[in-house]
């Protein structure tokens, strides 16, 4: 359990295992998930170089960059999101979770499925949920380049090298590599342009916008290009 501790200002993790091992593992993913390594400073210097983000900022303060503690459960939750409303994909994944039917023991109140891992998933129909035939395709399809090591979900390699690799994928294009790669895995230099978050912001100082000049007006936030989106989202 992660909660707000005001008192000393923080975060507090509270982990419940019989198994001492996972500890670390789960103080480190809790750290990912929240952001807590950044230097803001070190991005801020880049940043603030562009006045229209410099003015986004609240207090001059850059907004974290979240990432998924379950970076697989997000992919398939940002391939059942494409073209739908978020409210429509936390509706299919639930349905996903409810078929497994992988019950938590805890007494976390909310919290009483385990979504299922890829060998789970590829173990269970997906039919009948209201997941279209081609989501189901990628699903598959991801599933199987994720097995035989055609992409990773590792942290530990280059957002170019993802997503060519994630992008090769029929099924997989611009939006869905660069969203997962930015909160799935935390990737400082993905850029979701046709995200409509994004869309609208640039809209508003820059009238109608395109894709392709949205993309080439990233460029100037390299390499933190994330960190630029999520100033544009807030």
Known sequence: IVKNNDEKSALELN??????????????????????DTNFEKVKAVLNKDEFIKKLLKNG???????????YEFLI??????????????TLASRIVE???????????????????IDEIKSMSLEEMGITKTRIETIKAVNEALE???????????????????????????????????????MVDAFPAGDMGVIKALQ???????????KVLAEK??????????????
């Open 15 to 36: 982990v419940y295992s019989d198994d001492m091992n996972i500890y670390r593992e789960i103080y480190y993913k809790v750290r990912k998930m929240f952001d807590l």
């Open 148 to 186: 035989n090591g055609a992409f990773s979900l590792s942290t530990n390699q280059s957002f170019d090298r993802f997503y060519d690799d994630f992008t090769s994928i029929k099924g997989i294009g611009d939006w869905t590599a660069n969203y997962v790669a930015m909160r799935g895995l935390g």
């Open 61 to 71: 303060k850059l907004p974290r960059l979240p990432a998924a503690f379950d970076s």
């Open 99 to 117: 078929r497994a039917n992988i019950l938590f023991d805890s007494q976390i109140q909310g919290l009483d499925y385990i979504f299922p891992n």
């Open 204 to 214: 508003k100082e820059y009238g109608e916008i395109k894709i392709k000049d949205i």
């Open 77 to 90: 939750r940002a391939i059942l999101g494409q073209q739908i409303t978020i409210k429509a994909a936390t």
């Open 221 to 234: 936030w390299r390499p933190y290009r994330a960190n630029a989106a999520m100033c544009l989202c807030l």
